[in-house]
């Protein structure tokens, strides 16, 4: 079972509208979760970072909230455009002894805009 | 632009070949990683570099060998290769070697092996 789950697999919605996207996980100790926007065939883009200690980001459109506690982040999309239209992968990073740290990523929401 | 440059951005080739894949991190960073992500999976962790030296491993096959030169440009050598390892290869690179900061992604290497 993967320890980063994100739902849905995959999204249709109209211009205009707002959506939410959802990321469960299960890694720990936690130390931080991103949200990375990636267009088809291109690199992942940072959308926020977020620590223990924030409960919600705003990068433009996009807000990102999370819960440490239930261990549950979401990524809400306000009036979508169509260039909204990718894959949206939650990333947890632990702490994996000493100072290192460890990525794990989730498989991703494809979001597909429709005019 | 998010300042990472790879190297080819397609390739074709056969089974049984090999290939090497080059990244140039952004100005400032000394970490390198390697990312595998094939058709309808996330990102695969492959192995990461620090300032010329192998810091993190992950999933990387035996077959798969990565090196990080002095100007910090780092190269990943996919040998004998197979059918299953056609996929988009990212490098991505950041500052310090924790992991715990932002990353930058590359725009990927897409190999195709016929």
């Known amino acids: 079972k993967n320890q980063v789950e994100q739902s849905p697999q995959s999204l249709i919605i109209l211009e205009g509208k707002n959506c939410t996207l959802q990321?469960?996980?299960?890694?720990?100790?936690?130390?931080?979760l991103r949200w990375y926007k990636q267009d088809t065939g291109r690199g992942p883009v940072s959308l926020t970072i977020?620590?223990?200690?924030?409960n919600t980001k705003s990068n433009g459109r996009y807000t990102a909230t999370l819960d440490a506690d239930t261990k549950q982040s979401s990524l809400h999309i306000t009036a979508s455009q169509l260039s909204d239209s990718a894959s949206y992968i939650c990333?947890?990073?632990?702490?994996?002894?000493?100072?290192?740290?460890?990525?794990?990523f989730g498989k991703g929401t494809l979001l597909t805009v429709n005019p | 632009d998010s300042g990472v440059t790879q190297t080819p951005k397609h390739l074709i080739t056969a089974t049984g070949q090999r290939v090497t894949l080059r990244c140039s991190p952004r100005?400032?960073?000394?970490?390198v990683y390697w990312y595998q992500q094939s058709l309808d999976q996330g990102l695969q962790f492959l192995i990461q570099?620090?300032?010329?030296?192998?810091?993190a491993k992950g999933n990387i096959l035996e077959r798969f060998s990565a090196q990080q030169f002095p100007d910090l440009h780092s190269e990943l050598n996919l040998s004998s290769l197979e059918l299953g390892d056609s996929a988009l290869y990212f490098c991505?690179?950041?500052?310090?070697?924790?992991?715990?900061?932002?990353?930058?992604f590359g725009e990927g290497s897409r190999l195709t092996v016929l």
């Open positions: 991505a690179s950041s500052v310090d070697w924790v992991q715990a900061g932002e990353l930058f």
């Open positions: 990321c469960n996980y299960t890694v720990s100790p936690f130390s931080n």
């Open positions: 977020m620590t223990f200690s924030e």
């Open positions: 990333v947890v990073s632990v702490r994996s002894g000493g100072s290192n740290y460890k990525l794990t």
């Open positions: 100005s400032g960073d000394l970490s």
């Open positions: 570099y620090y300032n010329g030296e192998e810091r």
